[in-house]
């Protein structure tokens, strides 16, 4: 089977259940899930804590399921939970006991773990972003909002649990 179709030649690609200009701003918002997911992928290979690992392979499972929901387009099949967004918390708040008190602005550039995880970060605040001018034009699960604001605080907070060493 070739990887390529041509169906893609004219600017359309397809939306799960219609076909949609590549432009579109649910293919924008899968597409910046996608970078989210593929820098996690990428920091997964400077990090050799196996707690750590399993929590970034959890929330790339998310985040595909999250993708799917945006590209159903329907609310009787939304994916994000509200265990999903607990469980951030949760793993933020474990995290914030360990840390010290955050006093000023810090680069989360001590070594590559934090690098990779710091721009995790960013690249879900992207990922956001374009989700919230989304949800502008038609309702979103109003738990993948909260899931993706909390993320950004995850990536940071883990961030600084690496400049421990972790």
């Excluded at 998310?62 to 929901?69: F, K, S």
């Excluded at 469980?87 to 933020?92: A, G, P, T, V």
């Excluded at 708040?93 to 690098?115: G, R, Y």
């Excluded at 374009?130 to 909260?146: D, F, G, M, R, S």
């Amino acid at each position: 089977m070739k990887i390529y179709t041509k169906k893609g030649d004219a600017g359309e690609t397809d939306l799960l259940s219609k076909r949609v200009k590549k432009d579109d701003l649910r293919i924008e918002v899968n597409g910046t899930i996608d970078e989210v997911m593929a820098t996690i992928l990428l920091a997964k290979q400077v990090i050799e804590d196996q707690t750590t690992l399993a929590d970034l392979d959890h929330i790339h499972y998310v985040l595909y399921q999250m993708a799917y929901e945006i590209a159903l387009a329907s609310p009787n099949r939304y994916q994000t939970t509200d265990e999903h967004v607990t469980w951030l918390e949760q793993q933020i708040d474990q995290f914030d006991q360990q840390l010290e008190k955050l006093t000023k602005f810090i680069q989360l550039d001590q070594n590559p773990a934090q690098a990779w995880l710091n721009l995790c970060r960013v690249k879900t605040r992207t990922a956001e972003r374009i989700l919230v001018a989304l949800h502008h034009l038609e309702p979103l699960n109003p738990l993948t909002l909260q899931f993706m604001n909390r993320l950004s605080d995850y990536f940071f907070t883990l961030g600084r649990m690496f400049e421990k060493g972790r």
